[in-house]
């Protein structure tokens, strides 16, 4: 049966940024589909939502409460997902963001933080993965990236930066770990999450939003977990190396709101 190729009984699953948006449904998605889920995030109150939620479909969840940007913090989460699963399949690096700035008065401070938060927390939380992966029978590795890899837009110097960076790492770290582990990506378009939604209650900007996207709406953190669970699961086993872009449809930018650079 087809169906039985996204289930995920068995297999343990890492989800960064996992208390609320994109981590959250992910996280559940996982959760839904058979995995076992480490939750890792920085509120603790919002993990444990998270692994209530878990546990109401019948598989087991951890709340590692876990800032991404602390290299030790990544490696006791782990470490306690071994300790507490003992295996690790499928990691989704979904923790990362930076806010609009213009590029004048960007500091190289800020530019670096930038990277460091979106690219280099993922590669060295899948450095620690996936080891485990391969004394098993491999894993897939989902990084969520942006559709502002890509694309243009005035103010997003360092996330649009960071985020194609982010997504050809995913291209470089697929080829070097064929065809025990998968990794791919997802250049996610503008979706209603906690990042997005104050700009959304400023005027009429959802409106301008979804008149220039061409599926008419804004993306919903399922929209993104429902391709997560597809790379995460064997329905992809012959997918590697690839961004795939969840945006609506939209092949220009659609944030209406010009930052002037000078």
Known sequence: MILD??????RVAIV??????IGRASA?????AGADVAVAARRREDL????????RLGRRGLAVPCDVNLGGQL???VARTLEAFGRIDVVV????????TPMLQLSDESFEAAFHFNVTSAMRLSRKAIPSMLERDGGA??????????MVESGFVAYGTAKAALSHMTRLMAAEFAPRVRVNALAVGATITDALSPFLKAGDLQQQMEALTPMARLGTPEDIACAVLYLASPASSWVTGKVFEIDGGTVDSNWP???PGY
């Open 5 to 10: 190729r996204f289930h995920l009984a068995g």
């Open 16 to 21: 960064t940024g996992a208390g609320r948006g």
């Open 28 to 32: 559940l998605a996982l959760a839904e």
């Open 48 to 55: 444990d939502a998270v692994v209530a939620a878990i546990g």
């Open 75 to 77: 490696d006791a989460l």
């Open 93 to 100: 690096n979904n923790a990362g963001g930076t806010p609009p």
């Open 141 to 150: 590795i989902v990084n969520i990236s942006s559709a502002l890899g890509h």
């Open 257 to 259: 709101i010009k930052i």
